[in-house]
């Protein structure tokens, strides 16, 4: 019953938590916010994923042998957690830094070009067109 | 602000109530087992792959593919930040003057700490949990915390540009590829691991190319970031002297 | 086992408020701090899910290399949020 619980109520705020940073990506005033708010949304993307690998097991231990000859096969089986999510996790996180440290260069560009971080303005000042609320 | 508080105790209690109503309702049968997939992988790691550690195993034999052209994206997004950033070298020697004399001894011996506990987090990728990709961020962390208090100029001063450093990770993960591409000399599939490399150098376990992997991707990985944080931390009014605008 | 079910259960909820705080705040020094107690939430969740080779690399890369890369483009560009 717990487990049960546990389980939804993680699903359940794993699945806000998305929603909440897709409101800060479209309705952030600052390009700056966007891009936190882009960060929040690819960490809880990656959790998703490695919680997708999880189940119950007492104690939980990660997928590692403790020797080459390959001894506890038997216990690793029953108590490792799923080694697939988290190599295709592991790569996730250090390209996701490179590529918003490629959006943050192009931030601190457009604030040298248009003097505000603002996104409407950002966008008024670099092409002449009027943005509508 | 108020009404800031009121929406957060609003999304908790309807997220706790939908939660309890779900489990009492449905009580869904929660995962006991590992996935068929995963015990392949675990039971079979050190018999293929020559290391105790499953993930490392996949990253770089099972998927090892995959995680070369990750690499080269990495390599892409790196140098495209940098391009956007090009500055000439005599206005980021400017910028030399970093904080006070305490500041940067602490940061000395605090650096050297988590350079050594990276190298160790790295060197030991294939036998325990750790890797490339951990070790490489563990020495860009030392790096962020080094370049704000000693000031990008005198570090360039010192030889450390950010030329050498993309240098450094172009020799990397040209490393990388060849020792990818090695084994099709002998007419194995690319990225082969056990029937091309040695599981164990003079009773060192390296686990084929494994190690050498984690190896050049910590080199790649902490070069990159450190050039990112070299030209982050010049101050914008180096900018309006010397470079083209 | 009820520990390691009480760590998933707390930690889950800590990570909705620090969410919700970092992206409703308008002051955004203050918006990296929640977005940094963010990733250390969601670090204690990965590690009760034990897989620490991602604990490892996400505490590196989510609250040291995120926040000082975010610190460095807030004192390049402006702090508030109008």
Known sequence: ?????????????????????????????????????????????????????????????????????????????????????????????????????????????????????DARKVVETLSGVEVTE | MSRRILVLML????????????????????????????????????NETASPEAVTAIVWDYRGLDTIYETLVLYLAIVGGLAIFKMSEEALLKTRIGLTLLTKTSTKIIALLITSIAAAIAFHGHLSPGGGFPGGSAVAVASMIIIPVFAAGTLIEKGISSTKLVAIRGAALTALGLVALLPVVRGLEIVTNQKFYPASILGLPISGSLSLYNLLESLAVASGFTAVALYLSIPEEAYKGGSSA | MIASILLLIIASLLSLFFVYMAVTEKDLLKAVAYSAGQSITYSILLQAMSTPDIVMTYVAVSVGLYSALLVFVISKTERFER
């Open chain 1, 1 to 117: 019953m717990l487990e049960a619980l546990t389980y939804i109520l993680i699903i359940a705020i794993l699945g806000l938590n998305a929603l909440v940073s897709i409101y800060g990506i479209i309705y952030g005033r600052s390009l700056v916010k966007k891009l936190i708010s882009l960060t929040i949304l690819s960490d809880t993307v990656l959790v998703a994923v490695i919680f997708a690998g999880f189940y119950y097991a007492y104690p939980i231990v990660p997928p590692v042998y403790q020797d080459l000859a390959g001894t506890g096969r038997e216990f690793l089986v029953k108590h490792a957690s799923d080694p697939l999510p988290q190599a295709l996790v592991l790569t996730g996180i250090v390209i996701g830094l490179a590529v918003n440290a490629l959006i943050a260069f192009g931030i601190i560009q457009a604030y040298r070009l248009a003097k505000t971080t």
């Open chain 2, 11 to 46: 999304l908790f209690s309807a997220t706790l109530i939908v939660s309890f109503t779900a489990t009492i309702i449905l009580n869904p049968a929660t995962p006991s087992e590992l996935k068929e997939l995963a015990k392949y992988y675990v039971l079979n790691t050190i």
